[in-house]
């Protein structure tokens, strides 16, 4: 959709779109992408409360975002899908504060997704530190845009390959478990002697993390075939296939191999291991390194639309609306999004999980309000899917992420809090940067 008014300069019949089948695997994989980074939770908020956290947590962020997604998605299947629902109902300040909040949090963790790729490879090379481990990590980053230039397509083909080759061992350290089965998965349900904050702000913002992004795909709407119709049913589907991702891998890995005291990143690997012997562990490890790989790929996608899109509407150069002339994609805004995550690539992402939260929370409460305000200002907008159980539904999908991110948000950690605060400041200091600098269009 052209929102400028301004013809389009590559033909829509140039951009190939994705289906059901591979628009299904580009949002796992962006979701979700494996069990892998939850471990943490498991030594911070114990093993009871982690199980519960990742059955409950889904009933209050990603299936009402997931809700409110679908019903916007058919109402408005626009590229860059949130920002420009936030800005047709809050207007144009809302609106880019939506999108670059998004783009500005997805530097937080692409260079981060690239050093935990590079990491795991230490497994197989130990020898690859300093500038060498640097420059794999650029590496990845490059070849990654390269398929994202692509487009679509090909990122769903490559992200279709990368979540089966990850779901094999996954699946079979899952089965093996079952017949070693040892522990009490849900004992202790808290840490002895934890510090409160610990079990309730760090466990619960790894659970928002892990259950954030069900509408980043509406950015790329576009480039999907019947958006309408497809983006509610990849949703239905993968949100149930996330919470199976999460909760079984881990009630298996408690239950089978326990030593819940030494859960931390990768100890998935460490399970299977003790569940299958050698073979399945350096196994776990490989799929673990490609979920990296599948996680970046993904996340190169959803975010580099943003300022494509906030270009298109005047927010930023107008250069950043170059599309490939043979892919149709804005190749220009995705070398800039690879450029900025490659500086970034010393980063690990432990340290930024925290305050790319409170992007990601702020980014998610505009979107499930314009559900809201979209019903009150536009009711004549066609909606092929509507948030089921009328007034009831709606409070419910706007209602129960806004308590959970208040929650969550006043249980961060000082660490989380300055840099939460600093980086949703920077955003309308640089609205009114560029709201002076960039001629918007006519």
């Given at each position: ?6 013809p389009?300069?590559?033909k ?8 059901l089948?591979y ?22 908020s114990g093993?009871?409360m ?12 990603c299936?009402p ?6 019903e916007?998605?058919?109402a ?7 920002y ?37 490879l230490?497994?197989?090379f130990?020898?690859l ?9 650029v590496?990845l ?10 487009g ?9 390959a990368?979540e ?6 996954v ?16 004992h202790?349900?808290i840490?002895?002697?934890?510090p ?10 790894l659970g ?22 497809t983006?509610?049913?990849a949703?239905?589907?993968?949100v ?10 881990t ?9 819940w ?19 399945l562990?350096?196994?776990m ?7 990296n790989?599948a ?11 943003m ?25 220009l ?11 970034l ?27 809201w305000?979209?019903?009150?200002t536009?009711?004549?907008?066609a ?5 089921p ?12 992420p ?12 000082r ?5 939460g ?22």
């Amino acid at each position: 959709m052209n929102t400028t008014g301004k013809p389009e300069t590559i033909k829509a019949s140039f951009l190939r779109k994705a289906g059901l089948f591979y628009l299904v695997f580009v949002m796992f994989s962006y979701t979700t992408g494996g069990p892998f980074g939850l471990e943490d939770m498991v030594t911070t908020s114990g093993p009871g409360m982690t199980l519960i956290y990742l059955l409950v947590l889904p009933f209050f962020w990603c299936i009402p975002v997931s809700l409110v997604s679908a019903e916007l998605t058919t109402a408005m299947p626009v590229e860059g899908g949130f920002y420009r629902w936030t800005r047709a109902a809050f207007g144009d300040f809302w609106g880019f504060l939506a999108g670059w909040w998004n783009w500005s949090a997805s530097f937080l963790l692409g260079g981060a997704y690239a050093v935990l790729f590079t990491d795991y490879l230490l497994y197989y090379f130990p020898g690859l530190t300093g500038w060498k481990h640097y420059l794999v990590s650029v590496a990845l980053i490059a070849v990654v845009t390269w398929i994202n230039v692509r487009g679509i397509q090909v990122v769903g083909q490559v992200a279709t390959a990368l979540e089966i080759f990850i779901f094999i061992p996954v699946a079979t350290m899952i089965v093996m478990a079952v017949m070693h089965w040892h522990h009490h998965p849900f004992h202790p349900w808290i840490p002895p002697r934890q510090p409160t904050f610990r079990i309730f702000g760090v466990g619960l913002a790894l659970g928002l993390w892990l259950y954030s992004g069900y509408e980043q795909l509406s950015s790329v709407a576009e480039e999907v075939e019947n958006p309408q119709r497809t983006y509610p049913r990849a949703l239905a589907l993968v949100v149930p296939l996330s919470i199976a991702a999460y909760f079984l891998p881990t009630l298996a890995g408690l239950g089978s191999a326990g030593n819940w005291q030494d859960w931390h990143t990768g100890f998935f690997s460490d399970a299977a291991k003790i569940i299958g012997g050698q073979w399945l562990g350096t196994w776990m490890v490989l799929a673990a390194t490609v979920c990296n790989i599948a996680l970046l790929n993904s996340t190169m996608l959803t975010a580099t639309r943003m300022p494509f899109v906030m270009a298109e509407d005047g927010y930023l150069p107008k250069t950043l609306t170059r599309r490939h002339p043979s892919y149709g994609t804005p190749w220009l805004a995705i070398v800039l999004s690879a450029a900025i995550y490659a500086l970034l690539a010393w980063q690990s992402l432990t340290q930024l999980i925290s305050v790319y939260n409170w992007l990601r929370v702020a980014t998610t409460v505009l979107t499930v309000l314009s559900a809201w305000r979209l019903r009150q200002t536009r009711p004549d907008l066609a909606r092929a899917f509507v948030i089921p159980g009328g007034r009831s539904g709606l409070l419910y999908v706007v209602a129960a992420p806004m308590i959970m991110a208040a929650v969550a948000l006043l249980g961060s950690d000082r660490f989380a809090a300055v840099g939460g605060v600093i980086a949703i400041a920077i955003g309308p200091v640089v609205y009114l940067l560029f709201r002076r600098t960039v001629s918007k269009p006519i």
